[in-house]
């Protein structure tokens, strides 16, 4: 069997679009299906959840599920009707996930914030634009640093 590919930022959003609208039981095997029918690649339960935001996705959707006992609501009469209440539940579900996200980029700023005043870096300093690679030599690379072919010596 041969390795699957690497998740790049686009398939784990999709895997966590997968979660937010999720519905019944859910178990890291039923998700492993849903995304080698979404991915057309197979992962392992390891490979999904060392990606912080799959793991969160899961639990935090795992738990939802449990707290509303599984059971979802059903509007047989109005097959429209149905369409829209679970388009509404995904939505509320992924809604929850990014505020649940956002709050953990918040707490990583007050962190780092936190840290850079204690080295003594101030926000001026980390306000300051990024060094432009336009002045590179070949290859995109910085003059002088390493792998460059300058024959210039300081």
């Not at 966590?16 to 339960?45: K, M």
């Not at 679970?86 to 649940?100: K, N, P």
């Not at 080295?119 to 002045?135: C, H, M």
Request: charged share 25%; hydrophobic share 35%.
């Amino acid at each position: 069997m041969r390795r699957a590919k690497n998740l790049s930022d686009e398939d784990i959003a999709g895997i966590v679009g997968i979660l937010d609208g999720w519905s019944g039981r859910l178990t890291w095997q039923s998700l492993l299906d849903a995304v080698e029918r979404h991915l057309f690649t197979r992962y392992t339960r390891q490979a999904l959840h060392k990606h912080t935001r799959i793991q969160q996705a899961f639990e935090q959707r795992k738990a939802g599920l449990a707290a509303k006992g599984g059971h979802l609501r059903k509007v047989e009469a109005v097959p429209e009707m149905q369409i829209a209440m679970d388009r509404i539940l995904r939505l509320e579900a992924e809604l929850e996930r990014v505020y649940r996200e956002n709050n953990c980029l918040l707490e990583q700023f007050v962190r780092w914030s936190y840290n850079a005043s204690v080295r003594g870096l101030d926000a001026e300093y980390l306000n300051s634009p990024l060094p432009s690679v336009r002045g590179a030599d070949s290859g995109g690379r910085p003059p002088g640093s390493v792998g460059s072919f300058s024959s210039k010596k300081s």
